[in-house]
């Protein structure tokens, strides 16, 4: 299988969840905002907006290999800080596995950030 291909597929594979998170959370913005209120999360009312833009303008990005290299870097930031503040729980299993979920996508990212998106993306035909 070709570099380009592979890229492509994980590109596909990492921008799914975000996208299907962003357009979820766009349903339930006052119970998702309500929930990271619950977390402490400071300014919830305005922080829901600026996840969920993350996570659709950021999963699109990556899908469709638009400035990925940045989208990258800003979704390996968003897992990392996302996985402490949700799940870093050491005394839960199921959470501590979800942290090591996000810090597993964190780094899947960081690797597309330094590969870039290959030859089957918008970036490719911008050069």
């Known amino acids: 299988m070709s ?32 929930y990271m209120a619950s977390m402490g999360i400071p300014l919830p009312n305005l922080t829901v907006w600026l996840v969920i833009a993350l996570e659709l303008l950021g999963g699109i990005a990556i899908l469709i290999g638009f400035f990925t290299r940045y989208a990258a870097w800003a979704l390996a930031a968003f897992c990392v800080a996302s996985g402490y503040l949700g799940h870093f729980q050491p005394e839960d299993q199921m959470q501590m596995t979800n942290f090591m979920k996000n810090l597993a996508m964190a780094g899947g990212f960081l690797a597309l950030a330094a590969a870039g998106a290959g030859s089957f993306s918008i970036d490719a035909r911008r050069k």
Do not use: D, E, Y
């Open 3 to 34: 570099t380009n291909l592979q890229l492509l597929i994980g590109r596909v594979l990492l921008s799914i969840i975000f996208i299907m998170a962003g357009i979820s959370k766009l349903g339930a913005v006052a119970g998702t905002a309500g």
